[in-house]
């Protein structure tokens, strides 16, 4: 079969920037991802033009451009509503770490752009003028054959930038194709480069990696190349001890199926790849030979923290992530209304319904099979509390501080915001509380001595299990 790609499909902006570049002489291609996708009949997600324009020339040449790799010879085109990246055919020379070329020198063939890039199939151009394709490495046989392949000598690839690696492991996983056998033994060989790599660069990549439909295989590569155990060395213990669940002979195998079990957003997939880490410095055996992980939600919510704090995650994708690491046990058939408004409260309705999405795939990566009624009960009841606002905030009383010392007879002091929050209390537990008369009622009650002492507070620790 003989691939083609179909110049109709190509954005009018993206056209018109080539057609600019031909009628001033210069070289127009279209490359990289947007020609691999495209000839697969996949809708690009990005377009790049190659040119053997200056960058100087192609800002020239167009009323708005941004020049966003100046020194990497890119410059953003604004036209017709949309952006377009246009880069000055480069070699590169010099990787002195591992990580970016010291130096990069224009060049004027386009053959001289495709040697650098990392993947056979990520190497093909297509002339915008003629529509002829050039494919100096056999990116279209390698299409055809559903393979990855280095363009050239693979180890030689990865020692130059090690990101390569676990790109190979995205663009298969995301394709479906395998890695073709000596680019994967370089991987196997290289898989410690990425220890090179800036955090931020790992934990890019590392994400769009647990975007990818099929992440269970996605997993499966970064496992079997040793590449996961880089970037995660938490993960090589979780490959030694036991996971007792059916079918899964560790730990880290059940992690994975977790992972995989959630929707494809990539900070839950990640906590769902970290969620059970906490297991390893638990684990107990009981007098009876039962084996316990007592507090390991805890634990492993700070494992997670740590993680995140070395992968330069944000604070809030840290704390989110580690709070539903921290809960995951805590959703169970009994859990009440009242520890969902104020876990809503808290965080807020996605971060709970998420929470849920975890437990779910938890509960699947344990054996379980199709629905699970509870959590379907329990994401609907997120839902209503949700649709009927019942996560109210203590300001959204329908009493405040001024009404509470009114009614008591007392001043501004701590006893005021006792029991404003003791109210708030309430009204989590029974949102038809939440009315002038209801709650000034308890407040006199409260405030008269007739009633237990502010304090103690009924299912507070419900949040602790
Ligand atoms: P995506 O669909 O994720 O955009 P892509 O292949 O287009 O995939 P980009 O990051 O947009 O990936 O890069 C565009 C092109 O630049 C690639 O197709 C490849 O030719 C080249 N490229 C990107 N990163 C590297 C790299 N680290 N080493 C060599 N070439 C690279
Ligand atoms: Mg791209």
Redesign the pocket.
Known sequence: MTRRLDPQKIPPPVRKVGEVLASHGFQAYL????V??MLLGDA???F?IATDARPWEVAALFPHTIPVGAAFGSVLVEIEGGFVDVTTFRKEHDYVDGRRPSRVEYADAIEDDLA???FTV??IAWDMASGRLADPHGGLDDLEACLIRAVGDPVERFRE?A??TL?AVR?AARLSFDIELDTWRALETEAQGVRRLSAERVRDELF?ILEVDDVQRALGMLRESGLLFEILPELKEADRVASFKPGQPTLLDHLILTAAGCPPDPLLRFAGLLHDLGKISTRAIRADGRVTYHGHARAGAELARRIGTRLRLSKREIERMAGWIERHMSVDPSISAKTLRRWMLAWDKEWLIDLVHLCRADAWASGWQGEIPYLDRVQQEVEEIHRRGEALPVRRLAIDGHDVMRELGIGPGPRVGEILSRLHEAVLEDPAKNTREALLQMARAWGTGKDAEPGDREGENADER
């Open positions: 490359v990289g991802g947007s691999r996708d690009p997600n990005d790049d650098r890039r990392d990520n190497a930038d990101l390569r790109r663009l769009k």
